[in-house]
């Protein structure tokens, strides 16, 4: 699958931002999805995934209460809500989707996901 995200700018601290991912060549109810981030020169971070029959959902620490993920299996799009941002969630956000289709659990792995979007790039300022 090819999976492209949008929707990254520049935010106040406190507040709110929705980021989009497109999906296309594959039946998106099929595969889990996740959002990570990373700041330059780190390690790339577990955001959140759900799992592709929608019965799960896992969120990193940082971001639990603050952020939903969502998807429409019909539009072939994922979202990330976030709220209450902070100036550390800034970051440059991917989407990706699992390795394999009907994978049992959500992973919280960067090597659990193949496909990767291009990225979009949140700033939160103080």
């Known amino acids: 699958v090819q999976l492209q995200a949008s929707g990254g700018g520049l935010v106040q601290a406190g507040g709110s931002l929705r980021l989009s991912c497109a999906v296309s060549?594959?039946?998106?109810?099929?595969?889990?999805l996740g959002w990570f981030r990373q700041i330059p020169g780190q390690e790339r971070e577990f955001v959140a995934a759900?799992?592709?029959?929608?019965?799960?959902?896992v969120y990193g620490d940082s971001v639990k209460g603050r952020f939903t993920i969502s998807r429409d299996n019909a539009q072939k799009m994922v979202y990330l809500q976030m709220s209450s941002l902070k100036p550390e969630d800034t970051a440059v956000y991917y989407c990706?989707?699992?390795?394999?289709?009907?994978?049992?659990?959500?992973?919280?792995?960067?090597?659990?996901?193949?496909?990767w979007g291009q990225g979009t790039l949140v700033t939160v300022s103080s």
């Open positions: 990706a989707a699992d390795r394999t289709r009907w994978t049992p659990v959500v992973s919280t792995r960067v090597g659990s996901y193949a496909s």
């Open positions: 060549g594959g039946p998106l109810n099929t595969y889990n």
């Open positions: 759900n799992k592709w029959n929608g019965d799960s959902t």
